[in-house]
């Protein structure tokens, strides 16, 4: 088997291809979180503390008197522990929906009863011999 065949063998199967459904979903789906973060949760946040504006909290490591995090980041390097606490909160609230999701899915697979698989041939063949052979 040359090695493009087995590249199109190993590339159309199905797990492969859920994969890359996935990553796609996924990719998605951080995006809403994202806006979810910075768009609703973040200013709700900055409101509850009085103002702040977490994206703007940083450390200059250059001796910058920027104001935003932006000009800072022209000047020189800096610590935008800011932007990391967005990020790590995105995190959680990200870490959470899947939670739920997965919670939900095995909730479901537990409430459907998968009925036993019939026995093969084989089996039935091999019983029946046996059941013969102790009468």
Do not use: C, H
Request: proline fraction near 4%; charged fraction near 20%.
């Amino acid at each position: 088997m040359g090695m493009a065949s087995e590249f199109k063998e190993f590339a159309l199967k199905g797990s492969v291809m859920d994969l890359a459904v996935g990553v796609i979903i996924g990719a998605a789906f951080a995006k809403i979180v994202d806006s979810l973060v910075g768009d609703i949760i973040m200013p709700l946040v900055s409101r509850v503390f009085g103002g702040l504006d977490f994206s703007n909290y940083f450390i200059p490591l250059a001796g910058q008197t920027a104001t935003t995090l932006i000009e800072a980041k022209k000047a020189g390097a800096v610590l935008a522990y800011g932007n990391f606490i967005t990020i790590a909160i995105n995190f959680v609230i990200l870490a959470f929906i899947i939670f739920i999701m997965i919670r939900q899915v095995n909730r479901l697979k537990k409430d459907t009863p998968v009925a036993p698989a019939a026995p093969r041939e084989e089996v039935v063949l091999l019983r029946e011999i046996r059941d013969g052979l102790r009468r």
